[in-house]
């Protein structure tokens, strides 16, 4: 489902790039000056395969794209209110794509983000179930085999400290649980409360 997903959405933005670069081809005369930014947007995105996605970026250095969009957006509204209604059309559908593209790069990171969550889970899972076996080993040898009375000594501290591995594990488990729960369903409510 993830690949999928995945799939769908790079096929979408390759869509939406077809789309800018119609609409770059055919600048009006009064956004020519948009055209070295939108072919900068347009360089940056076409090289990108899916294996390329999420975007990464760092503390250091925006991400060049960062950039680009916002540079056109700042100029593009002051270019809105005296351009003819021609040019605020194909200004308007430029928008438009660069939105688009936004919100589908967007997706890619929060459904990069929810795999990282879901592996976080899984490996909580996998740890308590390995903390598990081991004390179920360890009961069963001091119990059923005998060597409780080999070493007593030895007796209440192995039991001990399988009970505080057993207890942090499902604190973890816990713990990891309410993480996905409240980025997975908090995220989706509110989605619900924008739409509505």
């Given at each position: 489902m993830i690949a999928q997903r995945r799939y769908e959405d790079y096929y979408t933005l390759q869509l939406q790039i077809d789309q800018l670069i119609r609409l770059t081809?055919?600048?009006?005369?009064?956004?020519?000056?948009?055209?070295?930014?939108l072919m900068g947007v347009i360089d940056y995105l076409v090289p990108l395969h899916l294996k390329d996605f999420p975007v990464s970026t760092t503390s250091l250095q925006v991400l060049p794209l960062q950039k680009l969009l916002e540079h056109f957006k700042n100029t593009s509204s002051q270019v809105?209110?005296?351009?003819?209604?021609?040019?605020?059309?194909?200004?308007?559908?430029?928008?438009?794509?660069?939105?688009?593209?936004?919100?589908?790069?967007d997706r890619f990171?929060?459904?990069?983000?929810?795999?990282?969550?879901?592996?976080?889970?899984?490996?909580?899972?996998?740890?308590?179930?390995?903390?598990?076996?081991?004390?179920?080993?360890f009961l069963v040898m001091f119990g059923i085999v005998g060597v409780q009375?080999?070493?007593?000594?030895?007796?209440?501290?192995?039991i001990v400290s399988?009970?505080?591995?057993?207890?942090?594990?499902?604190l973890e488990l816990v713990l990891d649980t309410w993480f996905i729960y409240k980025n997975l369903y908090g995220w989706s409510n509110q989605c619900v409360q924008v739409f509505r």
């Open positions: 081809q055919s600048l009006h005369c009064e956004l020519n000056n948009f055209e070295q930014t809105q209110q005296q351009c003819s209604i021609a040019t605020h059309l194909q200004l308007q559908q430029i928008l438009l794509a660069i939105n688009n593209i936004e919100e589908i790069l990171s929060r459904l990069h983000d929810r795999i990282l969550e879901m592996s976080r889970f899984i490996v909580a899972i996998a740890k308590l179930s390995f903390l598990l076996g081991i004390s179920i080993v009375r080999k070493f007593p000594d030895l007796s209440l501290p192995v399988l009970a505080i591995w057993v207890l942090i594990a499902l």
